[in-house]
């Protein structure tokens, strides 16, 4: 198993982009007039009373308006205006409400999605929680990709490292696993489980889609993605329907 004020699209999105067929749709962030597949991009819609609000799943209905930014640059925009603008453009409507904490909204949708996803994993059986059951199936070599939470001992990211880099037969490489933007706390809660540190995805798969939605959290935050998840192209957008499974 193995830039300035107007930011463009970051090299970890413009990779995942480049890895796609060429017959996925892609849409354009209206700040940058930069193109990549949506599943990159956060699209934004209107309330019925013009209210802006994320709608990270792209379902809800009537006309929409894209943003491939972090969320610094974001914030930039609205301060000076050249957000509000790009979306009366894209919606066409000039009575918007933009709230001032949209940046938050995007955050928490984002990682809302995220959990969601690596809750459904769990139900259907590709992610393990655990420590001693992580370890044992890292060094069988049966982990796809692993995760950590933000407040993880070092020690025990260390010890569950080594087994994946073992299982992975990269044991002197540098490999390993990614430190979630998300603390033991908000993961056990979603995921309804007692101190959950430590997460493995077990199949290629359940790591791609998990990944896709990673990238696109920690590109809003504005840190770059772990070359694992590209360099194995686990940060490939997925589509629609594996995302909202």
Known sequence: MRTPNNERLTPDIAEVS??????????RCVLTGETAPRAGLVRLALSPDGLVLPDVQAKAPGRGAWIGVDRATLNAALADGRLERALKRAFK???L???????????HALERQLLDRLGLELRIGTLILGTERIAETARAGGV????????????GRKRLDQAWRVG???EGSRETGIILPLDRNGLSVALGRDNVVHLAL????????????LVRLLHFLGEPSPAILTDRGHGAPVDDDELNT
Do not use: F, K, M, W
């Open 144 to 155: 796809a990709l692993l995760l950590h939470a933000s407040d993880a001992s070092e020690s």
């Open 93 to 95: 409507d000039g009575r």
């Open 18 to 27: 480049a890895a796609r067929n060429a017959s996925e749709p892609e849409r």
């Open 202 to 213: 077990a199949e290629d798969r359940a790591a791609e889609r998990v990944g896709s939605l």
């Open 168 to 170: 992975e037969g990269r």
């Open 97 to 107: 409400d933009i709230p001032t904490d949209l940046d938050i909204r995007i955050q």
